[in-house]
């Protein structure tokens, strides 16, 4: 079955910084992938999506990569603000609309 | 934008009752959805996906018989979860995707907090 792994259950920047994000998966090869986040107490919401044969995508201050061969994903924030601090989760397609999560970062940027 | 609309956001409820949470995808149809259910500190997973005018399809482990799924429009599926108990308690989550493709992004609603006493 396939497996998540993102890098830290919580990640702590100051604020200006670049957060950088882990996604590694395992025992599976996905056609995209996205990235959530998610604030306490509320659904998530979607940020970017990236396909396989896409290396890199960007959105304002956000930036993903996408490796195939290594089986990860990293999620960039660049000039970090505290309005960023949340929940950011990974999510894998296994099907049409189907997606499987990780179990998030937890990013808390210090003013 | 799409907006998921998800009633209510919080319910308390005795051991034994029932709850029903809804689902609306307010400006947009929604032929699939799907319900996830959230534990603390833990990721979102998969129970069942809500499919308009048919059966809806359980996820290995969970009960159809306990996790009532009903999607009898293009824009509004229920989750009934029945008898409740004290381990249903948990933070449920309704998404559908955006039109047209199979990759469309997952719209989300604000979630459901049960808490089964």
């Known amino acids: 079955s396939q497996k998540i792994e993102q890098n830290s259950e919580a990640l702590n920047i100051q604020e200006g910084k670049t957060a950088t994000l882990t996604c590694n998966y395992t025992n599976y090869s996905p056609a995209y992938l996205q990235w959530y986040r998610q604030d306490p107490g509320r659904g998530p919401v979607f940020l970017l999506l990236?396909?396989?044969?896409?290396k890199e995508k960007r959105k304002e201050r956000l930036k993903v990569t996408f490796d195939t061969t290594l089986k990860q994903s990293l999620f960039h924030i660049t000039a970090s603000q505290p309005a960023d601090s949340a929940t950011y989760l990974c999510a894998l397609e296994t099907g049409a609309n189907n997606l499987f999560f990780g179990t998030g970062t937890r990013l808390t940027v210090i003013p | 934008g799409a907006v998921v609309s998800q009633h209510p956001s919080r319910v308390i409820c005795k051991s034994g009752t029932s709850v029903k949470i809804e689902c609306r995808s307010l400006?947009?149809?929604?032929?699939?959805m799907f319900w996830y259910r959230q534990f603390p500190k833990q990721s979102l997973m998969l129970m069942a996906t809500?499919?308009?005018?048919?059966?809806?399809?359980?996820e290995q482990g969970v009960e159809k018989d306990k996790f009532l799924i009903n999607h009898a429009s293009l824009t509004l599926s229920t989750l009934t979860v029945t008898s409740a108990h004290p381990e249903d308690s948990s933070f449920y989550i309704c998404?559908?995707?955006?039109?047209?493709?199979?990759?469309?992004?997952?719209?989300f609603g604000n979630g459901t907090r049960l808490t089964v006493t």
């Open positions: 400006d947009f149809q929604a032929t699939t």
């Open positions: 998404s559908a995707p955006g039109a047209g493709r199979t990759d469309s992004p997952l719209h």
């Open positions: 809500s499919n308009e005018g048919s059966k809806a399809t359980y």
């Open positions: 990236i396909r396989e044969n896409e």
